[in-house]
């Protein structure tokens, strides 16, 4: 019985901080497509992951972003509340790339996702936050977990967007997006997904109660 109480408490406790970090970003797993998301340029939701992909053709002013707490015009309409713990942005992110023949290939750079968090208070600009693959994080053609230390912004009131420039470098690229979600502790091994933890609680018991009929 002990056994089963303990698996019972890991879910309750996996299940209580899963849902202190679902409360800042809405749809940010895009279930709901891109409900909830204010996104213009190539993006669709594919898979339950959001694409933004960079366009045929050097376009380098092609509006390839994806924004939650604005509506890209720094209004900050409806602003995500950092509660004062977050410490971590974290994503899960794949990119492939590909050629893209009529672009010049000029630039050395490869096509960059930069994501920016803007204090909405701080019309400096000083505190806001920006990160940018290749260098910031790197990115390849298999999911892996991002996460970023955002915790100078906690406490504030931010708008967060992902924005995809297109390089000059003969290259375009698609960047796949998911479970986007603020959070206070770091991610250090992958999370069984909640259904996952149910079966494995419901077969735990169920072995135990087995094994004791015999
Ligand atoms: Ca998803
Ligand atoms: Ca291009
Ligand atoms: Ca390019």
Redesign the pocket.
Known sequence: MLKAVKYLLLFTTFFLSNNTIAGLIANG???DGLQQWYSSGNISVI???AQLATNVGYSPFDDVTLIQGDDGTFSFFDPILLTNDIKWLTFDIKAEFFDDLLESGLSTFSDVLRINLYDELDFTGASDLLFSSGSDFLVSNQWQIIQLDVSDLAGRSIALSFDLLDENNKRDAIFQL??IAFSANAVSTPVPEPSTFILFTIAAIFLRNCKHSY
């Open positions: 797993d895009f279930q898979d339950n992951s998911d479970n």
